[in-house]
């Protein structure tokens, strides 16, 4: 049984940047997260229903960054020459695209997305993953030697079907390769903006063994990744051969130690959080009046930022606009605050002079790219891992 640990108050759908025409009727839900003490999984007490999210509106594009392109494009070198791919949550091919049309094929919700995949060849089902989709493959298409999927299993409510789905579309000894966000580094950064509608888990390792097992599926390697500010690319296998890799038990103890396991861990980060937001209004609300005049911004739309923006109640009477590089964001409105989404160009200049990093997962890409920015004396606004400007 969930326990809810925290209230993040009322939310709208956190990717669903919007046009004035729609303010009206934007959908709000109340955004609660609980802890199971059986399974050990965090969770959203309520999931907003998929079709609200995940359909041919989608935004997020994965290959929108340089540190999404070369991440995916070092994770196709896991798959070896010739075997038989499958990726559930394909987005805009930016692994996909790595792979002979022949070699891969793909899942993908998203008909937008699925259609520009399909466009390059490979065969896209744009279907959600259960396990009638899984039967469909395997008698069109054949058991799979891999599953790849990266952030998509923590967007499905009903993870034991997801991981039943995966045991009957993989052969004998094949691999399930996944990376989500990270429980351990959520709590360790207080980066609470990983909680929103399409996170419907946070995962630890200890929850992921005990959900992979419960479904004939054995955890055999854990690699801990940087990317969207710390997450765990998993490995598990359907009747493995070989040896269990350390990596399991280490990540085992090592959240164990962190208390993943007790709902007291939870507890503190809660508090935690309500903190942040006390810090992050403060310094917001001095740029505003300090007699200065100084202008802040947000750097990159993020669903991240949604949760921020709405938890804390800052509005462009705190943050002018948002820029961002994703053409589908720009000229509408943020989820429930109202924030203006711009494009980067010719608003990010010299008339800046604070910008909150939405995207804080890229903030060695940005400070790299902005670095004229911070030279001149502009500053950033980040909450993680605590509340702090960055200066040059
Ligand atoms: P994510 O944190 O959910 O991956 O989303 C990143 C968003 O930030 C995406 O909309 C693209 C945007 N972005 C920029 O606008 N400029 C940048 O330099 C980077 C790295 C991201």
């Given at each position: 049984?969930?326990k809810e640990?925290?209230?993040l108050?009322?939310?709208?759908?956190?990717?669903?940047f919007?046009?004035?025409?729609?303010?009206?009727?934007?959908y709000f839900?109340?955004?609660?997260?609980?802890?199971?003490e059986?399974?050990?999984?965090?969770s959203l007490?309520?999931f907003?229903?998929?079709?609200?999210?995940?359909?041919e509106?989608?935004?997020?594009q994965?290959?929108?960054?340089?540190?999404?392109?070369?991440?995916?494009?070092d994770?196709?070198?896991?798959?070896?020459?010739?075997?038989?791919?499958?990726?559930?949550?394909?987005?805009?091919?930016?692994?996909l695209?790595?792979?002979?049309?022949?070699?891969a094929?793909a899942?993908?919700p998203c008909?937008?997305?699925?259609?520009i995949?399909g466009d390059?060849g490979?065969?896209?089902y744009?279907?959600?993953?259960?396990?009638?989709?899984?039967e469909?493959?395997?008698?069109e298409?054949?058991e799979?030697?891999?599953?790849?999927?990266?952030?998509?299993?923590?967007?499905?409510?009903?993870?034991?079907?997801?991981?039943?789905a995966i045991?009957?579309v993989?052969k004998?000894?094949?691999?399930?390769?996944?990376?989500?966000?990270?429980l351990g580094?959520?709590?360790?950064?207080t980066?609470?903006?990983?909680?929103?509608?399409?996170?419907?888990?946070i995962?630890?390792?200890?929850a992921?063994?005990k959900?992979?097992?419960?479904?004939?599926?054995?955890l055999?390697?854990?690699?801990p990744?940087?990317v969207?500010?710390?997450?765990?690319r998993?490995y598990?296998?359907?009747?493995?051969?070989?040896?269990i890799?350390?990596s399991v038990h280490?990540?085992?103890?090592?959240?164990?130690?962190?208390?993943?396991?007790?709902?007291e861990?939870?507890?503190?980060?809660a508090?935690?959080i309500?903190a942040s937001?006390?810090s992050l209004?403060?310094?917001l609300?001095?740029?505003?009046?300090?007699?200065?005049?100084?202008k802040?911004?947000?750097y990159?739309?993020?669903?991240?930022?949604t949760?921020?923006?709405?938890?804390?109640?800052i509005?462009p009477?705190?943050?002018?606009?948002?820029t961002?590089?994703t053409?589908?964001?720009?000229?509408k409105?943020?989820?429930g605050?109202?924030?203006?989404?711009?494009?980067?160009?010719?608003?990010?200049d010299?008339t800046v002079?604070?910008?909150?990093?939405?995207?804080?997962?890229?903030?060695?890409?940005?400070?790299?790219?902005?670095?004229?920015?911070?030279?001149?004396g502009?500053?950033?606004?980040?909450?993680?891992?605590i509340?702090?400007?960055?200066?040059?």
């Amino acid at each position: 049984m969930k326990k809810e640990f925290l209230d993040l108050g009322q939310q709208p759908i956190a990717n669903n940047f919007l046009t004035p025409d729609q303010f009206d009727g934007e959908y709000f839900f109340n955004l609660k997260v609980g802890f199971d003490e059986d399974t050990c999984l965090v969770s959203l007490l309520d999931f907003v229903d998929k079709s609200m999210l995940f359909n041919e509106n989608y935004v997020y594009q994965s290959s929108g960054s340089q540190t999404m392109r070369k991440h995916f494009s070092d994770a196709a070198k896991l798959i070896p020459k010739g075997s038989r791919v499958l990726e559930i949550g394909s987005n805009d091919g930016v692994f996909l695209k790595h792979f002979d049309t022949k070699q891969a094929i793909a899942i993908e919700p998203c008909s937008n997305f699925a259609a520009i995949t399909g466009d390059l060849g490979y065969k896209t089902y744009a279907e959600f993953w259960d396990t009638d989709m899984a039967e469909v493959i395997v008698s069109e298409d054949g058991e799979q030697d891999y599953v790849f999927s990266a952030n998509c299993f923590c967007h499905i409510p009903t993870l034991d079907e997801a991981f039943q789905a995966i045991h009957k579309v993989l052969k004998d000894g094949g691999i399930f390769i996944f990376e989500d966000p990270s429980l351990g580094k959520m709590i360790e950064r207080t980066s609470y903006d990983q909680i929103y509608d399409e996170h419907a888990h946070i995962f630890s390792v200890t929850a992921l063994k005990k959900a992979l097992a419960r479904n004939g599926l054995t955890l055999t390697k854990v690699e801990p990744l940087s990317v969207h500010g710390g997450s765990n690319r998993i490995y598990a296998c359907k009747n493995p051969s070989g040896e269990i890799d350390r990596s399991v038990h280490e990540h085992l103890i090592e959240e164990d130690q962190a208390g993943l396991n007790k709902m007291e861990t939870y507890e503190k980060f809660a508090k935690r959080i309500r903190a942040s937001k006390i810090s992050l209004v403060h310094i917001l609300k001095e740029n505003k009046n300090n007699g200065r005049g100084y202008k802040t911004i947000s750097y990159g739309a993020t669903s991240k930022s949604t949760t921020v923006f709405n938890y804390c109640g800052i509005g462009p009477d705190l943050i002018e606009y948002i820029t961002d590089t994703t053409p589908d964001k720009q000229g509408k409105y943020s989820p429930g605050m109202h924030i203006p989404v711009v494009p980067y160009e010719g608003n990010f200049d010299e008339t800046v002079d604070y910008a909150f990093l939405g995207a804080w997962n890229f903030i060695d890409e940005i400070k790299k790219k902005e670095h004229d920015f911070l030279m001149r004396g502009g500053r950033f606004i980040t909450h993680v891992p605590i509340v702090r400007i960055i200066g040059g």
